[in-house]
């Protein structure tokens, strides 16, 4: 994972068939295994599903569009997924060529005391894993991280998010479904002192007593960063996906919200349909350690929503689409019909079929009174830089250029250090 398993570096190789996503090959290599060994412990190695969930949905993206995955899987779900990738100039960042982006292999490299024009492959492979993970992730991360690489191996080098609607790479017989949560980013802005308070009215023995400062505000800041998730990992790779080829395409949001809440935090409200809160469901077991009562209690809705979830993605597993919920067809989507189903317990689950765009999303925060300037301008920033390859040029130019002198990485540095002067962690944990 991180630098160990997506690096690259001119000393490494460099030029048409330089290979740097190396956690992506193992990925492949892992599946390769499943294929010639599952017959032997009772599996169908002409059946296989993968599925994964944020990174991981990353991943089944990208295993979509490598040219080297062909034949390894059957079905594919990605769970609050992505698509973004760099060049392998932009992830070697000499110089700091590219502003926007920390955590390069020119950086690394400098941060470990080695000169970038002798470096050596043989020097890279030889430090250890420890002396790897300790400086890249001592590196600023104020900007973007290198991630998959489009090297022309593994991903083509046009980039994966534009491979998934290139039919060179497609394998339009794999069915596909995809979706994203109800309220994303409260997983962690949820907990972030700038969004909420913190008292401890008992001891500070005890977790503090978290509530919103503006509930308004927060509510709005969630509903359009997860509206921006799924228009960026759900309906653009889907419907490149369509546009590739592929004829069995289904989407869904998930929206279950019926935490218990406590006197300490008001679950269903600070958190929600968090990022990830979903796996517990389909897993069958709740997440969350000590909290993990309070985020799944044993309740009917709980208990209807696990079955839900666990019966559609058996469904899709073994026969490519996920079948009724509770009796209701389960549309499948496409650009003409993006049909997505609203997964939530007790009768509240329903078929829609909406689609926004981020310039959509990004007037929706033009017209808002609820944000500050400073607010405005970092909502708008991650709007057109997150989860897909960021387009600075959207940013500059949003609402008449109201943002374009404001240095949101910058800013955000400073907000987070403000916080951090004040309580000593921006997080109330």
Request: hydrophobic share 40%; charged share 20%; aromatic share 10%.
């Amino acid at each position: 994972m991180g630098p160990l398993g997506w690096f690259a570096h001119p000393a490494l190789g460099s030029g048409p068939g330089t290979i740097a996503n190396f956690g992506t090959l193992d990925i492949i290599a892992a599946l390769g295994w499943v294929k010639r060994n599952i017959g032997a412990f009772g599996g169908d190695a002409d059946n296989v599903t993968i599925f994964g969930e944020s990174a991981g949905g990353h991943n089944v993206f990208t295993l979509l569009a490598s040219p080297l995955s062909e034949g390894l899987f059957h079905k594919a779900i990605s769970q609050s997924g992505y698509v973004r990738s760099l060049s392998p100039r932009q992830a070697h960042n000499r110089e700091r060529e590219f502003a926007e982006i920390d955590r390069g292999s020119w950086e690394f490299t400098e941060a470990l005391g080695l000169s970038n024009d002798t470096v050596t492959a043989e020097s890279l492979r030889s430090l250890s894993a420890d002396d790897i993970i300790t400086t890249f992730y001592d590196l600023s991360s104020d900007h973007s991280s290198p991630g998959i690489i489009n090297d022309g191996v593994v991903i083509p080098t046009e980039g994966f998010a534009a491979a998934l609607g290139n039919p060179k790479y497609a394998k339009p017989s794999v069915p596909v479904m995809a979706g994203a949560n109800n309220e994303e980013v409260t997983l962690w802005i949820g907990l972030n002192r700038y969004f909420v308070n913190a008292s401890y009215p008992l001891t500070k023995w005890l977790p503090p007593k978290v509530s919103l400062k503006n509930p308004d505000m927060y509510k709005f800041w969630v509903r359009q960063r997860s509206e921006g998730w799924k228009a960026q990992g759900v309906d653009r790779p889907l419907m490149s996906l369509e546009a590739a080829g592929y004829e069995s395409l289904y989407a869904y949001r998930y929206d279950w919200n019926d935490q218990k809440d406590s006197f300490l935090i008001n679950f269903s409200e600070v958190l929600g349909a968090a990022h990830a809160s979903e796996i517990s469901f389909i897993q069958g077991k709740a997440m969350y350690g000590p909290i993990g009562s309070y985020m799944y209690p044993d309740t009917e809705s709980a208990r209807d929503m696990t079955d839900i979830m666990m019966t559609a993605w058996a469904n899709f597993a073994r026969d490519g689409a996920p079948g009724e919920v509770k009796g209701d067809a389960w549309a499948p989507f496409s650009a003409m019909a993006p049909h997505y189903m609203v997964l939530d317990s007790l009768d509240q689950h329903r078929l829609e079929a909406d689609i926004a765009s981020i310039d959509e999303i990004l007037n929706e925060v033009a017209d808002s009174t609820l944000l500050n300037s400073q607010e405005r301008c970092i909502l708008a920033w991650e709007l057109s830089t997150a989860l897909g390859d960021p387009s600075y040029g959207t940013y500059r130019r949003w609402n008449g250029g109201e943002c374009a002198a404001t240095d949101v990485r910058a800013l955000r540095k400073t907000i987070r250090e403000a916080l951090e002067d004040e309580f000593g962690s921006a997080s109330v944990l």
